[in-house]
């Protein structure tokens, strides 16, 4: 006779597992992220090893070990046959199959340099580059006493344009967990903002304190409070910018693969959060505020260019012979 009790007490054990890791891996619920897969599998080996120990039963007053053989059998047997089929979607996902949709990934036009980027004053060239700002939003944050003992300032260091110059922002970030557990109902008081044009650099402070960061914990923690909301979204990079009036933002693009299972990545939508208020709308590319920035990384961007450069003439062209490939430069802006 099956041990009906230590089956389910097992089974509980194993939820009760997974919504843990959950919450603290907060992978997208989407069958085209290889991280849900990967987590996926895991959870189902896990299972498998929890029932493959000796389960309690108890008969009156006497208490014996059985084991439950069939459970664990059969969550071993789906995982493997879960990583083969994900591995063969992934194999079909690669451009050896579609290259020309690869290569259709984006729209390039063909365009006259010194017509369409427009020429500047000299003293608006910007100068200061992101190792640059860096070292002096270190230094301003040095100089403020009552702050450097509690906070340090984020790495983001976001390259915006603001009221019509070119910054760059960046958050404060709570300097270790103890200093989180001092400051967390007040939240982040200020970010950084570097002019890339002559260096200066000011703290800025909102509104409203920042809430919802990188550095908090648990729910305001920026990636977790928006996973708990977008449970399926696959989310690219989180941007922190600041709209014309000042107030701080979380910019996250919404992606999506259209080649196979995991291939062709691209954006489908953005997700807008108040870093202050917690506010988070999810709205279409073409509906973007023209203060937004960073929609689009320069990383994917490049990566479209180059799958159009590279496979116009098909996978086996890009190759042998490579007749009409094209490759771009290093370096962008």
Known sequence: MKNAKGTIITAIIWVVLILISYYFLIVPINIQSVGFWAYFCIMLLLGAGLFLLPQVAVNGKKITLKKEPQV??????ASILIIAAVGIMAIYSLPLFHAHRYAALI?????????????????????????????????????????????????????????????????????????WLNNKQAGLPNYIMV??????????????????????????????????????????????????????????????????????????????????????????????PTWVDTVFESELVLEQVNYNGKYQGGFWNSIVGQRGVLASTDGYN
């Open 195 to 288: 002019d890339m044009i002559n260096g200066k650099v000011t703290l800025e402070k909102p509104k409203q304190a920042i809430m919802y960061s990188e550095s908090e914990r648990f729910g305001r923690n920026v990636e977790r409070y928006l996973r708990l909301n977008y449970l399926s979204d696959i989310f690219g990079n989180f941007s922190f910018e600041v709209d014309e009036e000042g107030t701080p933002y979380w910019i996250v693009a919404v992606l999506e693969n259209k080649i196979g299972l995991f291939g062709g990545t691209d954006v489908k939508e953005v997700i807008m959060l108040n870093a202050s208020t917690g506010e988070h709308q999810k709205i279409g590319i073409e509906e973007v």
């Open 72 to 77: 664990w059998s059969y969550l071993l047997r």
């Open 107 to 179: 729209d390039k036009q063909e365009g006259n340099f010194a017509e369409d980027v427009a020429e500047i004053a000299f003293n608006q060239v910007p100068t200061v580059d992101r190792d640059t700002a860096q070292r002096l939003g270190d230094r301003k944050m040095g100089e403020i006493v009552e702050l450097v003992s509690q906070f340090s300032v984020a790495s983001d260091y976001t390259q915006i344009n603001y009221q019509g110059k070119p910054v760059r922002v960046s958050p404060l970030e709570y300097a270790g967990f103890f200093k």
